[in-house]
């Protein structure tokens, strides 16, 4: 292994042990020195109101890790298996962005929506009693989230590819694909809203 600065190398064990939730790669010296120790792991994370509360002044929000079900999202809800796994609110199911000026046009993409960093960990601060812009990390966030949970749920009552679900790719399962959800937080076509659509609405085959 190079060591720090890469003046020389050394030589090392390489160790992995891969668990239910996590998968180590680790470099250990002749001597036991752990030299590097990676988790190839990659988990997701909101804080984010559970469908149980049904207002958010009836509960508070909750951290939930990697909350995707692996049937129905198998690569979870970053990540479509053709481009980048993303670090914002847009995965396979749903793409979720603000749009405070009410737009109907096709430039919603280029709206704005939180980064979740490289760990895709959406975990935001909400104020209610500021504006609602103020927290809109959180409040799209909580939207992405809702939006992807009622995906998943579906799936286990059959709402599949099959049966026309909402997915970007369908992964071989039958359906047409490239019909996520356009989930408008904080839309500026009205007042106390959000907006629910699917892209393309996809014909069954």
């Known amino acids: 292994m190079q060591t720090e600065g890469g003046k020389e190398l050394k030589l090392v064990w390489g160790i992995i042990v891969r668990q239910e939730e996590h998968w180590f790669q680790a470099f250990v010296s002749q001597d036991g020195e752990v030299l590097a120790l990676h988790d ?7 804080l984010a109101f559970p469908l149980s509360v049904d207002n958010p002044s009836d509960g508070d929000r909750e951290l939930m890790t990697d909350p995707f079900d692996p049937v129905a999202s198998p690569l979870g809800w970053h990540d479509n298996g053709v481009d980048p796994v993303f670090s914002t609110t ?22 704005f929506r939180p980064s979740g960093g490289r760990d895709n960990r959406y975990v935001f601060p909400i104020d209610h009693t500021e504006e609602p812009k103020e927290y809109v990390n959180a409040s799209i966030t909580s939207l992405f989230f809702a939006n992807n949970l009622i995906h998943d749920v ?16 369908n992964f071989e399962r039958g359906g047409l694909g ?28």
């Open 40 to 46: 190839w792991v990659a988990h997701e994370s909101y």
């Open 90 to 111: 847009i995965g396979n199911n749903v793409y979720a962005q603000e749009n405070f000026d009410g737009s109907t046009a096709n430039d919603w993409l280029d709206n």
């Open 178 to 205: 490239n019909d996520a959800v356009q989930a408008n937080g904080q839309d500026g076509a009205g007042t106390n809203n959000g907006i629910f659509l699917l892209l393309v609405w996809n014909s069954i085959d």
């Open 154 to 169: 579906f799936y286990q009552y059959g709402f599949d590819e099959i049966s026309g679900n909402f997915q970007e790719n």
